[in-house]
């Protein structure tokens, strides 16, 4: 599956961003996750199937993850961005149903990334 991010850019701090993901096809689960310079691949939030999902605590009550199932598109609706935030972000998605959670190695596809500067 191909995964297609876009969204990113400069955002001041306090402010809101929407990331998106268009998917080539069928996926079970998808997710963000993002990298900040000189650090690990954190994961942000998934949903698995159709409706369940999980936040990092980094960023619950401040991002959403909605899904347009007729588009194949996954968003990352973002709010009361801070500096910590900055980082590329990357959509990730796999069809194996028993995998679950925000383990980057239980993801088998990946898009390119798109930055988020919060400043």
């Known amino acids: 599956v191909q995964l297609v991010e876009s969204g990113g850019g400069l955002v001041q701090p306090g402010g809101s961003l929407r990331l998106s993901c268009a998917a080539s096809g069928y996926t079970y689960r998808m997710a963000w996750f993002r990298q900040a310079p000189g650090k690990e691949r954190e994961g942000v939030a998934t949903?698995?199937?159709?409706?369940?999902?999980s936040y990092a605590d980094s960023v619950k009550g401040r991002f959403t993850i909605p899904k347009d199932n007729a588009k194949n598109t996954l968003y990352l609706q973002m709010k009361s961005l801070g500096p910590d935030d900055t980082a590329m972000y990357y959509c990730a998605a796999d069809r194996r149903p028993w995998f679950n959670g925000l383990l980057p190695s239980t993801y088998n596809d990946w898009g390119q990334g798109t930055q988020v500067t919060v400043s």
């Open positions: 949903i698995r199937s159709t409706t369940s999902t």
